[in-house]
């Protein structure tokens, strides 16, 4: 399932409830442009994979998409990774 923050109703939760919210219904992976999350936030105790983008502009993204299926691939759970675009 793939669904965005603003689908669920989460628009308004900071990154620590985001993350927990999301590990809470399930999901698997978190994908986000946020850099300084790794920073922010303590994801070693975490079930949920991040894989950060370091990009909004789906242009761009949208390019680089067997890369991020390639870091999606390769996550495991609780895992972290980067996607320079």
Not at 19 to 25: G, P
Not at 28 to 55: E, F, G, M, P
């Amino acid at each position: 399932m793939v669904d965005t923050a603003a689908e669920r109703g989460w628009s308004g939760l900071l990154n620590g409830e985001l993350i927990l919210q999301a590990e809470t219904d399930r999901y698997d992976v978190l994908i986000t442009t946020d850099k300084n999350l790794k920073y922010q936030q303590n994801l070693s105790a975490r079930k949920i994979s991040i894989l950060v983008l370091t990009t909004t502009s789906w242009p761009r993204i949208s390019k680089r998409i067997s890369a991020v299926r390639e870091a999606l691939d390769a996550l495991r759970p609780g895992g972290y990774s980067e996607v320079n675009i």
